[in-house]
């Protein structure tokens, strides 16, 4: 054999030795300081294939429902609780430092090549509370890491969609609802993900979601709700354009004209959010010229909740300043007109705000130039006289 | 999985009955009450969501902390539901109310070490476990700790708490102004490096000597000033005079805790190991030492607040006095204030020309002087944040008025506008 060859392959074979050794003094790193917590004492460090593998063993044993009894499921499960930290320890780092790249990348890939990430969800119920943390943080993080400068969560999970299901679903068990939440708020940051709830059933279910009982989880569907509505523009416009007619029947009937406070105090922001976006420009137009919007906008406005009121007043504003209104905005505006002059006159805010007054006054004139369009046919009042 | 308990809190206002007030916020108040159907004391926290301007997000995440928290010495979240525009929060009853409260009621100098020792123990403990879950409270201070009819210690209030995994991205630090000033870590006031969980360590080292003396250090400060002299006096500490009464190793740990160097300071963990902590006992010491012979609850805080409404009004004859202030604010139990940093430069400006005029001790304010130049509250994006801040408030601007000098609002309450970190911003945009 030639020297130069030869000298090649130890080159080579020193190469892979090293790479194999960082890869071997990250892992102890990750062991070392999570010794307190871990529970068993295994001597060999642990590299992000053997941490995979072992979790997935004890998640297919939790899920089989196997019943050995509650001694052994303990065990499982406090070994799977090891697992998961030590997960969370390379995906956050330890103690301050750093998280390594590599590290994070083999154990992503891993972690969906494995379907972990099915097992996570699936089993998350059964799993003690702090494990359950660990986990959404765990799954939280992955959606984000990249491998060799792709997204793998994003891949795996338009394969997978099936588990946005059982994610969103998730609102309505109280046990598990936090952390589904939590997770699926990561998950729809990828835009394939956001465009099939987005054009799933499921749009429907939020409604209600929105409005459960335990503030906690209601607020938390309400944040994923806004995420839905706000990320992911282009797609976005494209369901309500699609949508347009049941979402904003809904919106306004289940959502605006809630009896619950949180539930309207939302909506309202979130529609003046949603309408003022420029990709939703067209939708906004439409929005603007139809009737019975402007009248669930000026109920609003009439709410004795200050904060209700000027989110409204900001959706209210845009009928006006249409240029293009349709005769039936013209003619609700018409016949109200001296009764929102008046209100407007009282309707202040209790710290200055330059934005408010200016678009305050140009509401005012836009009002005070209304003339009636068809003024036989004005049939009187809609509304009851505005308590200032 | 005890959290997860069989009791089932009711979802619904009318399953509760509001007993007296036992604690008030700025935009909330708390209350004793009775659970009716499962017929156990609770306190219910009653926050005005009207009062809460755009920080509902802030307000979610307080509320999901804590209940999906689950230490002994933390206090969680059984539920909460809204009411009207009322948010309310069903918590655990804690009989013996905050440790600010038993010290004011009965102990205005200070408990004794082993008492100190007991309660710090069980603080660090929470905060253990806050630090590796990878929250920061923020807000460590004996007006939040709390204690029960039995003697147990839990740490309370996530108002201001911030997580360090919050939105799955690692955050390296955190760059929000939050906290209360005396008890705020040098760090988090100078918003330029960020900070981490040894911001808690500070708190709990000011705390330690808050409840050594009955008062924070500073307390009787403006705000701004106890900016300044956080800053640029030595960390403050105990006396070798004056406090003989304490140990070696409870004046060793104070000091640990309070360098200005975060990285120099202990991890919780590593402090929970000081010797200062072996004096700790049982709650149930803390039951009959502190507790024993309180007036009950609802009657401290009652005369407490009509102590509070009469120092206010002596103060407004007096109104004179600037230094009233803090102590003021402090009698009051408010959380926090809001600063703007363009302001506050201003206002330092102000406090120097004070010093040299009123001080009781020129040698001190001299020193003050000297380091002024030093003072880094310079940063571009920090004094943008700040600027659009303005109107909010007032600090300077009300100073002829002490007694509206300073925002009523906690921190909280304009959090959203105050997030100037730079990594919150990278965590909202896309990064994939």
């Known amino acids: 054999m030639p020297i130069a060859v030869k000298k090649e392959r130890e080159l080579h074979a020193f190469k892979r030795s090293t790479s194999s050794l960082s890869l071997k003094k990250i892992v102890p ?11 068993f ?63 994070c990348a083999k154990l992503t890939q891993e972690f969906f090549s494995d379907d972990i990430m099915r097992l996570l969800i699936l089993c998350l119920p059964k799993l003690n509370l702090e494990t359950r943390k660990d986990a959404t943080r765990v799954v939280a993080n992955f959606q984000r890491q990249p491998v060799q400068s792709r997204l793998v969560a994003s891949q795996y999970l338009e394969a997978n969609l099936d588990l946005i299901d059982k994610l969103i679903t998730g609102y309505e068990d109280p ?135 000027i989110d409204a007043f900001h959706v209210f504003k845009l009928f006006v300043a249409n240029q293009n209104k349709p005769n039936e905005i013209i003619n609700v505006l018409y ?13 202040t805010l209790d710290k200055e705000d330059e934005v408010f007054e200016t678009d305050k006054a140009q509401v005012i004139r836009e009002i005070v130039e209304i003339e009636s369009t068809t003024p036989v046919s004005v049939s009187g009042e809609l509304f009851k006289p505005i308590a200032v | 999985m005890e959290h997860q308990s069989e009791k089932k809190f009711p979802l619904t206002a009318k399953d509760y009955k509001l007993y007296e007030e036992v604690g008030e916020g700025v935009s909330a108040t708390v209350y004793r009450a009775l659970c009716i159907p499962l017929n156990e004391i609770v306190a219910i926290k009653v926050l005005d969501l009207e009062k809460c301007n755009n920080d509902l997000d802030g307000i979610r995440r307080e509320v999901q902390t804590m209940i999906l928290i689950d230490h002994p ?38 408990f004794e070490e082993p008492v100190i020792a007991t309660l710090l123990r069980e603080v660090l403990k929470a905060l253990v476990y806050l630090h590796s879950q990878g929250h920061i409270h923020r807000d460590v201070k004996a007006g939040n700790i709390l204690i029960d009819s039995k003697g147990a210690v839990k740490l309370a209030d996530f108002g201001v708490a911030a997580c360090m995994y919050d939105t799955g991205d690692r955050q390296r630090s955190r760059n929000t102004f ?56 030595a960390p403050p500490g105990l006396d070798f005079e004056r406090d003989k009464r304490f140990s070696k190793s409870f004046r060793e740990m104070i000091a640990a805790c309070l360098v200005k160097d975060p990285k120099k300071r202990p991890t919780s963990e590593k402090l929970l190991k000081h010797l200062f902590f072996k004096h700790a006992h049982s709650n149930e010491y803390l039951a009959r030492t502190i507790l024993d012979g309180l007036a009950p609850l609802g009657e401290r805080f009652r005369l407490l607040k009509a102590k509070e409404a009469d120092m206010l009004s002596q103060n407004k004859a007096l109104y004179e006095d600037k230094e009233q202030l803090s102590q003021q604010e402090y009698i009051r139990g408010i959380s926090g204030w809001n600063f703007n940093l363009e302001d506050l430069k201003n206002q330092a400006a102000l406090i120097q020309d004070d010093l040299v005029s009123n001080s009781e001790d020129s040698s001190e304010s001299r020193k003050h002087k000297d380091g002024q130049e030093n003072l880094c509250f310079e940063s571009a994006s920090h004094s943008k944040a700040a600027s659009h801040l303005e109107g909010e408030l007032n600090v300077v601007h009300n100073l002829e008025d002490p007694l509206a000098a300073f925002p009523m609002k906690p921190l909280r309450a304009l959090k959203g506008c105050f997030d100037v970190s730079e990594n919150d911003k990278a965590a909202d945009s896309p990064s994939l």
């Open chain 1, 41 to 103: 004492k295994s001597k060999k460090p642990r590299t992000p294939v053997d941490i995979v593998r072992e979790a997935r063993g004890l998640l297919l044993y939790l899920n089989s429902g196997a019943d050995d009894g509650k001694s052994k499921r303990d065990e499982k499960l406090q070994q799977l609780d090891a697992y998961i930290q030590e997960m969370k320890s390379i995906l956050y780092g330890i103690d301050g430092a750093e998280p390594i790249p590599e590290a």
């Open chain 1, 29 to 39: 790193k990750v062991l070392r300081s999570n010794s307190m917590k871990n529970l």
């Open chain 2, 73 to 110: 010495n933390l206090l969680r979240a059984h539920c909460s539901f809204t009411t009207g525009h009322n948010l309310w929060v069903v918590m655990p009853y804690m009989a013996g109310g905050s440790c600010l409260h038993i010290m004011k009621s009965a102990y205005p100098d200070g």
């Open chain 1, 335 to 347: 016949a109200n007109k001296s009764k929102l002059l008046r209100f407007f006159d009282g309707f």
């Open chain 1, 175 to 309: 046990v598990v609802a936090l952390h589904y939440g939590g997770m699926l708020r990561e998950c729809i940051r990828h835009q394939v993900v956001a465009r099939y709830v987005l054009m799933s059933e499921h749009m429907k279910k939020f409604f209600d979601y929105i409005q459960l009982p335990n503030f906690d989880v209601a607020s938390d569907a309400a944040s994923t709700f806004k995420e839905l509505m706000m990320r992911h523009k282009s797609t976005v416009a494209e369901f309500l354009e699609e949508n347009y007619s049941w979402f904003f029947a809904d919106f306004n009937s289940k959502l605006l004209e809630s009896s619950n406070y949180m539930t309207r105090r939302q909506a309202v922001k979130l529609l003046g959010d949603i309408l003022l976006d420029r990709s939703n420009s067209g939708v906004m137009t439409r929005y603007v010229s139809s009737k019975d919007n402007i009248k669930v906008l000026m109920n609003l406005m009439r709410e004795s909740h200050k904060s209700i009121q």
């Open chain 2, 178 to 233: 939050v906290g209360t000033p005396c008890w705020m870590a040098p760090e988090v006031m100078q918003q330029i490096h960020g900070y981490d969980f040894k911001a808690d360590i500070w708190s709990f080292g000011i705390t330690a000597l808050e409840l050594a003396h009955g008062h924070a250090p500073f307390s009787k400060y403006p705000p701004m000033k106890v900016l300044l002299m956080t800053l640029q006096n």
